[in-house]
């Protein structure tokens, strides 16, 4: 069988029935947010670098369809930038149960969560320990390794002589980049600009009780203005090779 989509929300009914029966019984959920990127990026970033990782992703596992991508995430230390959305964090995790109870609910064996935002780790997490609780026929493993993010940030952004703190970890070099390679009609390069580059060890705390304005005004981890979207790939392919290789680690057995 030649699986034409791995997005559920582009197959019919009887598609997904058949591709279940077929052995498509692995789905990827990436959690993402609305939220602002800068003065360059739009508000949906995370949501839209979510779309093409896990969809790359699910191509390189085989056998492995894509929930629609969750556009709303935990964006609170976002909301002194116009345009962010935000979720309570215990509202998010009830969205993400009842989707993954659904999709088990149709014979899926397991269901990935990928949060492609910072600000949603924690929801996730305990989703995914929640329903192992519950003994849910399927797996809802929680992909939580950054690893492949850091790596792509040392690597990827060595090869175009870009820090780590350049490469950022917020509408940075290594976003902006991937959103031109993928979406260049919504980048405004003309108002990319060099935020913070040098977090302190207090940076994550602050961020995240202060707000994204205590730590960049204009909204910026990172220094936007050496992206390009020859980058951007590299960023890309990097991380769906590293995700794919831990998913494939986590679901050993179970994406046969």
């Given at each position: 069988?030649?699986?034409?989509?791995?997005?559920?929300?582009?197959?019919?009914?009887?598609?997904?029935?058949?591709?279940?029966?077929?052995?498509?019984?692995?789905?990827?959920?990436?959690?993402?947010?609305?939220?602002?990127?800068?003065?360059?990026?739009?508000?949906?970033?995370?949501?839209?670098?979510?779309?093409?990782?896990?969809?790359?992703v699910a191509r390189q596992l085989g056998k492995?369809?894509?929930?629609?991508?969750?556009?709303?995430?935990?964006?609170?230390?976002?909301?002194?930038?116009?345009?962010?959305?935000?979720?309570?964090e215990e509202v998010l995790e009830e969205v993400l149960a009842d989707c993954c109870r659904s999709l088990a609910r149709h014979g899926f064996r397991a269901v990935v969560l990928i949060p492609v935002h910072g600000g949603n780790v924690?929801?996730?997490?305990?989703?995914?320990?929640?329903?192992?609780?519950?003994?849910?026929?399927?797996?809802?493993?929680?992909?939580?390794?950054?690893?492949?993010?850091?790596?792509?940030?040392?690597?990827?952004?060595?090869?175009?002589?870009?820090?780590?703190?350049?490469?950022?970890?917020?509408?940075?070099?290594?976003?902006?980049?991937?959103?031109?390679a993928y979406h260049p009609e919504l980048v405004d390069m003309s108002k990319a600009a060099r935020g913070k580059v040098d977090l302190g060890f207090d940076s994550e705390e602050r961020l995240h009780e202060e707000g994204m304005h205590s730590l960049s005004p204009i909204g910026i981890l990172g220094d936007a203005t050496r992206s390009s979207a020859e980058a951007g790939k590299d960023y890309m392919e990097c991380m769906v090779s590293r995700i794919a290789d831990q998913i494939r680690e986590t679901m050993a057995g179970l994406l046969t």
């Open positions: 069988m030649t699986q034409p989509t791995v997005w559920l929300d582009r197959m019919t009914s009887p598609q997904v029935k058949e591709a279940i029966n077929n052995g498509y019984r692995t789905v990827l959920l990436a959690v993402g947010s609305t939220e602002q990127h800068g003065p360059h990026l739009p508000l949906g970033t995370d949501s839209f670098i979510g779309d093409t990782l896990v969809e790359q492995t369809l894509v929930a629609p991508t969750i556009r709303v995430g935990c964006s609170e230390h976002h909301m002194a930038f116009a345009g962010t959305m935000t979720l309570r924690e929801a996730v997490e305990k989703t995914a320990q929640r329903l192992a609780r519950e003994s849910l026929s399927a797996r809802v493993p929680a992909q939580l390794d950054n690893s492949a993010y850091i790596t792509a940030m040392v690597e990827v952004g060595g090869k175009y002589d870009v820090t780590p703190g350049e490469a950022g970890t917020h509408a940075g070099h290594c976003e902006t980049s991937v959103v031109l």
